[in-house]
């Protein structure tokens, strides 16, 4: 359970690896940092493949806010076989002020798959204010 109302004024406030995870369930939320993620156990979920890409896949880009307050997402693994793979796998929101440090992302070679460190696929808004 995420502190916040999801709303841009009280965001959705995340903490851990779960909670950066748990962005999948809304899509169109606004959420921050409110510190380092630490990210590296999930090397060990979802069967070995890692965190999910926030996005539903092929069907429903990441619209929201994502405001990292300067913190870092460190030490995420990915491992898909999806269209577009990334922390969030499509963007049509904001993510601003987040870094990545350590990830390690793989890829199934499919046919015109599409890879990124924050957003696999963009058009939205990625940025520092």
Known sequence: ?????????????????????????????????ENNIDASETHQWNGGDGF??????????????????????????????DEAVGLIGANQGTIQNVGLVDCSIDVDEVDDVVVGGLAGVNSGTIGAT
């Open 1 to 33: 359970d995420m502190d916040g109302s999801a709303t841009e004024p009280a965001p959705y406030k995340i903490t851990t690896d779960q909670e950066l995870q748990a962005m999948t369930q809304a899509l169109d939320a606004h959420y921050e940092l």
């Open 52 to 81: 999910d890409p926030i996005w539903d896949s092929g069907e429903v880009a990441f619209s929201g806010s994502l405001e990292g307050n300067g913190h870092k997402v460190c030490g995420v693994t990915i491992a898909a076989d």
